[in-house]
Protein backbone atom coordinates (compact mmCIF):
# COMPACT_ATOMS: atom_id res chain seq x y z
CA UNK A 1 0.00 0.00 0.00
CA UNK A 2 1.60 3.24 -0.77
CA UNK A 3 0.17 7.31 -0.36
CA UNK A 4 1.60 9.96 -2.24
CA UNK A 5 1.39 13.86 -1.65
CA UNK A 6 1.98 16.43 -4.97
CA UNK A 7 3.24 19.96 -4.87
CA UNK A 8 2.35 21.70 -8.02
CA UNK A 9 3.62 24.72 -9.44
CA UNK A 10 6.35 25.46 -7.09
CA UNK A 11 8.19 28.52 -7.81
CA UNK A 12 12.06 26.88 -7.25
CA UNK A 13 13.96 25.30 -10.38
CA UNK A 14 13.44 21.60 -10.73
CA UNK A 15 17.08 21.02 -11.14
CA UNK A 16 17.51 22.72 -7.40
CA UNK A 17 14.55 20.52 -6.11
CA UNK A 18 16.04 17.53 -7.58
CA UNK A 19 19.19 17.84 -5.37
CA UNK A 20 17.37 17.57 -2.24
CA UNK A 21 15.21 14.98 -3.33
CA UNK A 22 18.45 13.14 -3.67
CA UNK A 23 19.22 12.76 -0.40
CA UNK A 24 15.64 11.62 0.99
CA UNK A 25 15.35 8.64 -1.68
CA UNK A 26 14.98 5.90 0.38
CA UNK A 27 14.67 6.72 3.87
CA UNK A 28 12.34 6.65 6.87
CA UNK A 29 10.15 8.76 7.32
CA UNK A 30 11.85 10.18 10.55
CA UNK A 31 14.96 10.27 9.01
CA UNK A 32 13.67 11.82 5.75
CA UNK A 33 12.23 14.64 7.88
CA UNK A 34 15.62 15.04 10.10
CA UNK A 35 17.45 14.88 6.98
CA UNK A 36 15.40 17.96 5.44
CA UNK A 37 15.43 19.88 8.84
CA UNK A 38 19.11 20.46 8.80
CA UNK A 39 19.90 20.88 4.92
CA UNK A 40 20.44 24.31 4.13
CA UNK A 41 18.57 24.62 0.48
CA UNK A 42 15.62 26.70 -0.51
CA UNK A 43 13.79 23.59 -1.71
CA UNK A 44 13.97 21.81 1.47
CA UNK A 45 11.21 23.50 3.60
CA UNK A 46 8.65 22.88 0.68
CA UNK A 47 9.89 19.50 0.82
CA UNK A 48 9.42 18.91 4.61
CA UNK A 49 5.52 20.34 4.31
CA UNK A 50 4.86 17.90 1.05
CA UNK A 51 6.53 15.10 3.41
CA UNK A 52 4.47 16.13 6.30
CA UNK A 53 1.23 16.01 4.35
CA UNK A 54 2.56 12.59 2.65
CA UNK A 55 2.95 10.81 5.85
CA UNK A 56 -0.57 12.60 7.21
CA UNK A 57 -2.55 10.87 3.93
CA UNK A 58 -1.31 7.57 4.92
CA UNK A 59 -2.08 7.70 8.56
CA UNK A 60 -5.50 9.43 7.89
CA UNK A 61 -6.89 8.25 4.65
CA UNK A 62 -5.45 4.31 5.00
CA UNK A 63 -4.41 3.65 8.37
CA UNK A 64 -0.88 3.04 8.03
CA UNK A 65 1.59 3.14 11.05
CA UNK A 66 4.28 6.33 11.20
CA UNK A 67 7.10 4.32 12.25
CA UNK A 68 7.20 1.71 9.27
CA UNK A 69 6.47 4.02 6.75
CA UNK A 70 9.66 5.11 4.21
CA UNK A 71 10.00 6.70 0.92
CA UNK A 72 9.49 4.86 -1.66
CA UNK A 73 9.37 6.95 -4.77
CA UNK A 74 10.11 11.21 -5.00
CA UNK A 75 10.40 12.78 -8.12
CA UNK A 76 10.07 15.75 -9.68
CA UNK A 77 9.08 17.08 -12.96
CA UNK A 78 9.47 20.77 -15.07
CA UNK A 79 5.96 23.20 -14.73
CA UNK A 80 5.51 25.87 -16.71
CA UNK A 81 8.34 28.75 -17.42
CA UNK A 82 7.39 32.33 -16.50
CA UNK A 83 9.45 34.17 -19.00
CA UNK A 84 10.49 37.79 -17.82
CA UNK A 85 12.21 40.41 -20.19
CA UNK A 86 15.32 42.27 -18.29
CA UNK A 87 16.30 45.63 -19.86
CA UNK A 88 19.70 45.36 -21.48
CA UNK A 89 22.53 47.84 -22.95
CA UNK A 90 21.52 49.92 -25.85
CA UNK A 91 17.58 49.53 -25.74
CA UNK A 92 17.67 45.45 -26.11
CA UNK A 93 15.65 43.34 -23.42
CA UNK A 94 17.36 40.27 -22.07
CA UNK A 95 14.81 37.41 -21.39
CA UNK A 96 14.42 35.56 -17.81
CA UNK A 97 13.53 32.33 -17.18
CA UNK A 98 11.38 31.84 -14.07
CA UNK A 99 11.16 27.83 -13.87
CA UNK A 100 8.17 26.29 -11.81
CA UNK A 101 8.58 22.27 -10.62
CA UNK A 102 5.72 20.18 -9.54
CA UNK A 103 7.35 17.51 -7.05
CA UNK A 104 5.57 14.40 -6.10
CA UNK A 105 6.23 12.33 -2.81
CA UNK A 106 5.54 8.35 -2.56
CA UNK A 107 5.42 6.71 0.69
CA UNK A 108 5.37 3.17 1.57
CA UNK A 109 4.77 0.89 4.33
CA UNK A 110 7.76 -1.44 5.03
CA UNK A 111 6.21 -5.61 5.21
Same mark, same amino acid.
Given at each position: ???? *?? =?? !??? &?? @? ?5 ? %?DLIRGKTVDL?? *? &? /?? #?? @?? *????? %??? %? =?? $??? $?????? +????? $?? =? !????? +? ?5 ? /??? /?? @?GPHGRAFRIL???? #??? &? ?6
Open positions: METK *AI =LN !YTR &IS @PRKVGIV %LAD *A &I /LK #HT @PK *AASED %LQK %L =LK $SAV $SNAENN +FGMDK $SS =L !YVSQC +FVTPGPI /LKR /LR @PKRTS #HIT &IIVKEKE
